[in-house]
């Protein structure tokens, strides 16, 4: 049995669907089909319930995902006797989520090879991941940064304005090309300009982003002598 929306669901005219799982299976996109029928098989044999996301190619060519969901009945001797479930048009969601996906592997590489320093905060100030410019400049492995606080990447006297930083991050507000001074592991001042834009999750702060500029060949201007 099959609810009267199916055909529309799966682009069909009315009276176009034959009602058969063989029917549906046809529709199913090559790549996915064995997926379903794996999914469809463990249901079948009590391993896990049936959900799975997966593609139809439309009769027009279109292609849609769809979501379906369900489980057994079983007689008392627990031989499945019949299998209920319901199929979801995800198509949209499906695609913001892939876009997403993308977005985050595009987000990565910018990450990685950016030539500033980047450093991703929590709400304490402790860095939770740095990039690779940030371990080169500041001289630190991976393992010393994660976790660190940023008061450690900052001289003393400078405390005191990175608590000040950090409140107004956590007010949800950004920060602009800031200049400030930070220490290496070998304790060498390095004069930098930093911007920093708060991370927020469920509309709560949940840390910080900050992009740090290296300025010490800003710092060097040359100057020239008559002679």
């Known amino acids: 049995i099959w609810s009267d929306n199916i055909e529309a669901l799966l682009g069909l005219s009315d009276g176009a669907f034959n ?3 063989e029917a549906f299976l046809d ?10 029928q794996q999914a469809v098989a463990a249901c079948m044999e009590g391993k ?10 439309r009769p027009d060519g279109g292609v849609r995902w769809l979501a379906g969901s369900g489980n057994v009945h079983r007689d008392a001797g627990g031989r499945a006797i019949r ?6 048009d995800v198509h949209e969601y499906k695609l913001a989520q892939l876009a997403l996906a993308e977005n985050q592997t595009h987000y990565r590489r910018l990450f990685d090879e950016a030539p500033h320093l980047i450093l991703l905060l929590d ?8 990039n690779s410019a940030s371990l080169q400049v500041l001289g630190f492995a991976p393992e010393d940064l994660q ?3 940023t008061e450690q990447l900052l001289p003393d006297e400078q405390h005191k304005r990175l608590m000040q930083y950090l ?40 840390g910080a982003r900050v992009v740090i500029r290296d300025m ?9 002598h008559d002679r």
């Open 27 to 36: 529709l199913v996109h090559p790549d996915d089909r064995k997926l379903l």
């Open 83 to 88: 299998m209920l479930g319901v199929v979801r």
């Open 147 to 149: 976790g660190m606080h």
């Open 48 to 57: 896990a319930d049936y959900d799975v996301e997966h593609r139809i190619v």
């Open 216 to 224: 010490r060949d800003k710092q060097c201007p040359h100057h020239h």
């Open 167 to 206: 409140a107004i991050l956590l007010q949800g507000q950004q920060i602009q090309d800031e200049p400030i001074t930070m220490v290496d592991k070998r304790g060498a001042i390095i004069p930098v300009e930093f911007s920093a834009v708060p991370e927020i999750h469920d509309q709560q702060v949940s």
């Open 123 to 130: 709400s304490q100030g402790k860095i939770l991941e740095a």
């Open 19 to 21: 009602h058969t799982y």
